[in-house]
């Protein structure tokens, strides 16, 4: 891996070489599996309890939403390694050179928003633990995450690593505390079936919590060497990521059901409580946990700009000021929206099923059905390449897909006609991704028949 004098990653969205390449697949299971072995997780999982469902069926959405949503974010995992760049350059093959930007942007959008919401967690935390005033210990916290973005994909590698194993120790001692302290018997005996409607609703907010992770999973895969087993790399990341999802959202959603006052807001201290002892150790997990999350934000914000910059490699002091300023704005953010937290972080989410996942539909439709992961790298940094400067039909696919998708939005922002009809459920996400997998097939299969790019061979695959 290039790195400089000081250890910092020195590429950026440029295709790693071969001879740079290393790691093995299993380490994408420590990646996703502490990646949401965090506080942010266990809010989205009360959400299940905020919308109206009992907890057994609270339970069961989060179960079948994070175990269909992991399916899309994980079949990204086997880009990186095959084609050696970032997650969102990737679009330039569907969207053209520049008309990537328009994804990149909204993408952009969603990781700030992101950095968002955990740094407010993080804050909270931190001024728990520390008795600082929340805004300045959102700021603290987010300066400790800009250092551990601008040292790169191997220092996030390994505090995920560990954050995997010391966050799942302590979350089994809180768990524990979190079932043994409560009446969950007298919860667990439903009223009776939902309505579908709520429950879909329910069900959409698990998978689209996995669905947003698409735009950042080939990132970190994109040093694994070229012949790692494609479905190893898919089943590591999908396992690390429905397994740790599905734990913390269930505790949310027991917290919620049974301390819904003492939980309101997504209480840190509420969490914390649930441990017989060493609470101020129990602070240091949640927040490390937090800011190793949220590094993948930052990060994600970092290759981001530089893909809209058309920029190949930024050196250190650039880098590292790139991030330092994206950091101060998601800072700044969370300060202000710190007060509305939970309201305002169901909205989020679920607007941004609308934009992510069409994006998601196409690019996996294009690496799977259509391209068969052949693809010119050179021509993906070229505007004059292959790829052309803007796609208009496939902008013109995934613009149908939204507007297919509007009719179901259901949120505080608007709510669509046919919502009322299917009981206030929301299917938007299921049609986003039919609609744009299937319009985009066909339209380019036969544009792009015949097309080979032998550039990004296909070699035999060990069982890495």
């Given amino acids: ?28 299971f420590t990646l996703w599996f502490g990646a949401n072995m965090q506080v942010t997780t266990i809010v989205a999982g009360a959400l299940a309890v905020v ?8 339970i069961l959405s989060i179960v079948v939403g994070n175990l269909v949503g992991a399916v899309f974010m994980a079949l990204h995992s086997a880009q990186g390694p095959v084609l050696g760049i970032p997650q969102m350059i990737q679009s330039r093959a569907q969207f053209g050179y520049y008309g990537a930007i328009v994804p990149i942007v909204l993408v952009l959008l969603m990781y700030l928003g992101y950095f968002a919401s955990s740094s407010v967690q993080g804050g909270q935390a931190l001024a728990s633990w520390t008795g600082l005033p929340v805004a300045p210990a ?3 916290l987010c300066a400790g995450v800009a250092a551990l973005a601008v040292w790169g994909y191997r220092l996030i590698h390994i505090v995920q690593k560990w954050v995997s194993l010391v966050g799942a120790l302590a979350f089994a001692v809180l768990t524990a505390g979190l079932l043994t302290g409560r009446p969950i018997g007298e919860l667990w005996r439903s009223s009776g079936p939902p309505s579908a409607g709520t429950f879909l609703l329910a069900v959409s907010v698990a998978a689209t919590w ?20 494609r479905r190893a790399a898919f089943w590591y990341s999908y396992a690390g ?13 027991v917290a919620a059901a049974t301390a819904a006052d003492a939980f309101a807001g997504g209480s840190i201290d509420f969490v914390i409580r649930q441990s017989p002892v060493a609470h101020p150790l129990f602070y240091l997990v949640v927040i490390v946990g937090i800011a190793a999350v949220n590094a993948l ?5 970092f290759m981001s700009l530089t893909t809209i910059s058309g920029v190949r490699r930024l050196g250190t002091s650039v880098r590292a000021l790139v991030i330092t300023c994206a950091a101060a704005v998601g800072a700044l953010i969370a300060i202000v929206g710190k007060d509305d937290f939970l309201t305002n972080f169901l909205d989020f989410i679920l607007l941004l099923a609308y934009f992510l996942i069409p994006w998601s539909a196409i690019n996996l439709a294009d690496f ?35 507007l297919v998708e509007v009719p179901f939005v259901n949120t505080a922002f608007y709510t669509g006609p046919m ?22 097939v066909l339209v380019t299969r036969r544009a792009e028949r015949g097309v080979q790019a032998p550039v990004v061979p296909r070699p035999e695959e060990s069982q890495a």
Avoid at 51 to 58: I, N, R, S, T
Avoid at 419 to 440: E, F, M, N, T
Wanted: proline letters at 4%; zero cysteines.
């Fill in 210 to 229: 996995q669905l947003t992770y698409a735009p950042y999973v080939a990132d970190y895969s994109r040093y694994l060497p070229r012949n790692v087993s």
């Fill in 51 to 58: 919308v109206g469902l009992d907890l057994p069926w609270a």
């Fill in 297 to 301: 934000n930052l990060y994600g914000i």
């Fill in 368 to 402: 799977y059905l259509v391209r068969r992961e052949r693809y010119d790298i050179g021509a993906i940094f070229d505007p004059d390449g292959m790829y052309g400067r803007v796609n208009g039909r496939v902008l013109a696919v995934y613009g149908v897909a939204v």
């Fill in 419 to 440: 919502v009322a009809r299917l009981g206030d459920a929301d299917i938007s996400w299921i049609l986003g991704l039919a609609v744009a997998a299937v319009l985009y």
């Fill in 241 to 253: 990521t429905s397994l740790a999802s599905i734990w913390m959202m269930a505790f949310g959603a």
């Fill in 1 to 28: 891996m290039l790195t400089d004098r000081y250890g910092v990653e020195a590429r950026s969205v440029e295709q790693v070489p071969d001879a740079e390449r290393y790691g093995r697949t299993r380490s994408l």
């Fill in 138 to 140: 959102i700021a603290v």
